[in-house]
């Protein structure tokens, strides 16, 4: 990492903010600790940011956006392996790395959503981040669920569309879930990984719905029976 002289006046204004913000937070961030902290006047944060919501924004949109694309990187190793990847092989790469990310990431990134929700420059920013990790979740999902119907004995182009339309709404319940079991930290270990088995049975129930029609197969219970 540079020097701090080395770093531009914007670097050290960033590189103060996300200091301050592991060691008083959100709500308590303030501009005269920054601007201490940076070697830079409060006049001048104002300058580049506008307001203390401006540098708000700069900043948590950042740690946003390194958080969902860290986990979605951590994917990858997992995805290259798999050039046809079981409908087991597809949740539990998912609930996998999921997990990886529940704490303390999960509790930050729910803190910077609820300040989102009182600066629109920052509920901007993050829904474009969404939107973008979206599309790559539903990339992979099309594809995966491609080769997974097409293998199925007597597959159509309509049945395999069928499934890989299931793509979308299968991306938005993993995401809605990685940051809803938020409230799975206040249980105790069990209940957690009950929590965790339950979400991947529905998971694959509302594939093998589409996916296997009419075939006796059924998906085993969360207690392993």
Known sequence: MPSPEKLSSRDRIIAATRDELEVSGIIGLRLNVIAEKAEVSVPLIFKYYGSREGL?????SQLYSEFAFARLASYQPVLS???????TEITETFSAVQNEFSNPNR????????AAAEIPEL??????IH???QALVVDFLQSALRGLAAAQPGSTDQSIGAVVSLASPLASLIMTQALGSVLDDFSLDGLRE????????????????VLLPGLDQTVGSVHGS
């Open 131 to 133: 939107a973008e990790q």
């Open 56 to 60: 708000l924004t700069e900043v948590l």
């Open 123 to 128: 509920h901007a920013r993050l829904s474009k």
């Open 107 to 114: 509790w930050v990134r729910l803190q910077i959503l609820a």
């Open 194 to 209: 009950q929590a965790s088995d339950e979400m991947k049975v529905l998971f694959q129930l509302i594939v093998r719905a």
């Open 81 to 87: 392996a798999v050039h046809r990847a079981s409908l």
